[in-house]
């Protein structure tokens, strides 16, 4: 029997539903078709089925290739074992990590490096990408963002999801976001903006342009920071491939980033986690944003109970194969790992230069950006790539309007492919 049952009125609802089914999140209405790497994989997926005898070499998205390191296997080993004895057994763990990791990595990756963060200020996660982008849960919808462009796309998509932005423009640029080109002419690294900004996300070394900042830029950056208020977002995912001394490593040797920064890292491309998922975030206990009322608010505080409600850590199997990346033996094969792809990078910006092809990046990071030959746009050389050479790398224009004319290939590959790869196109794009 039906009853009349009296509907609660939703306070966030501003006019009746004319709809006789739930509603969705109209932001996501806003994004382009398919994000960029998805339609990189439907051109490729509809070429293969084409072409089905043709060898497709992928320098596309920045996943690796080689195995994870003996060190980290070795301890994920040992961990599935102790999992299957009652006694080591482990259920839930720690929604921000277990304290054996958080201390090994404030003691090697940030301490060593005298940066001041403790432990309890490092949250382990199971992607950079994702803290990335939950990490908006915590910081209010009014707030006036930049971002580079060219730019990791996870930063402005997941804006958008949110809501923080405005509807698409004909260049490719989302209202309500403070776009900062970066460019060969400025070293692609971005001039601090003129006007106020909250949040900034910067990412260095960067993706895609594969471009260094040094330490007198970031500073630039901090004292903005401090001077405005304002809180940057430090991508760090790729510092492992830093190969110059001078050039930071973290936000955090910068004097004053403890009151301005959230910096993100990532297991997967140093020790090759791609598909192991462990990464981590830290927040400073000094870090405070603004509250409603005006009072200062830890933004640490916020983190730690957004972890503690919607995520549920990482495994305990992970989490012991990251700490042995600390290891003696780990520290060893990991530099094994980088040298490796980096020896590929050489590779792709040796063989690309000498064919008359402009090219920057690949010196401290995975990523060479090139200037696509023959005035082609960034989509039609990808294209042309894919069809003449079959070889995969991703449209500079899927980071931005200023990646226009520009194209990100990737080391992360086998040697043996990357120097394929380097042949086929120098045999058909010699400038």
Not at 112 to 126: H, L, M, N, T
Request: proline share 5%.
């Amino acid at each position: 029997m039906l009853q009349n049952v009296e509907i609660p009125t939703n306070p966030r609802q501003t006019q009746p539903s004319l709809f006789l089914m739930a509603t969705i999140n109209n932001n996501y209405l806003k994004l382009k078709a398919g994000y960029l790497f998805p339609e990189i994989a439907r051109r490729v997926n509809s070429f293969a089925s084409s072409n089905p005898e043709a060898k497709v070499i992928r320098l596309g998205i920045g996943d690796v290739t080689e195995p994870l390191p003996e060190a980290c296997r070795t301890a994920m080993i040992k961990a599935v074992e102790e999992m299957g004895d009652r006694s080591t057994f482990q259920g839930y763990g720690p929604e921000q990590g277990y304290a054996w990791l958080r201390e090994k990595i404030a003691q090697h990756d940030f301490q060593s490096r005298g940066c001041e963060v403790d432990a309890s200020e490092v949250f382990i996660s199971d992607g950079s990408k994702c803290d990335c982008s939950n990490i908006l849960d915590i910081l209010g919808d009014d707030n006036i963002i930049a971002v580079t462009d060219p730019v990791y796309p996870v930063y402005v998509d997941t804006n958008v999801m949110a809501g923080h932005t405005g509807e698409i423009n004909e260049k490719g640029e989302f209202d309500g976001l403070v776009y900062l080109p970066i460019s060969a002419e400025n070293n692609f690294t971005a001039q601090i903006p003129t006007q106020k900004v909250d949040l900034i996300y910067l990412c260095f070394p960067n993706n895609p342009t594969g471009a260094t900042a040094t330490k007198e830029h970031l500073k630039a950056w901090v004292d903005y920071a401090l001077a405005n208020g304002s809180i940057i977002f430090f991508d760090a995912a790729y510092e492992a491939f830093i190969n110059d001394p001078s050039i930071p490593h973290s936000i955090y040797e910068i004097e004053g980033a403890r009151d301005c920064a959230i910096e993100f890292r990532s297991f997967s491309k140093n020790a090759g986690f791609t598909g192991t998922r462990c990464a981590l975030t830290v927040v400073p206990k000094t870090l405070k944003g603004k509250a409603a009322d005006g009072s200062d608010v830890e933004l640490w505080k916020l983190w730690n109970r957004r972890q503690s409600t919607k995520f549920n850590g990482v495994s305990y199997i992970v989490q012991r194969g990251a700490e042995a990346v600390y290891s003696e033996k780990g520290k060893s094969q990991i530099k094994e790992l980088v040298n490796f792809y980096m020896e590929n990078a050489k590779i792709i910006r040796e063989k690309l230069t000498a064919a008359g092809i402009e090219v920057y990046g690949g010196v401290n990071a995975p990523y060479v950006w090139v200037k696509t030959p023959n005035g082609l746009s960034s989509w039609d050389f990808f294209d042309k790539l894919l069809h003449t050479c079959n070889v995969v790398g991703t449209p500079g224009s899927g980071f931005g309007a200023a990646g226009e004319g520009y194209f990100r290939i990737s080391a992360f590959n086998s040697r043996e492919n990357v120097e394929e790869a380097m042949k086929r196109i120098v045999e058909n794009f010699k400038v």
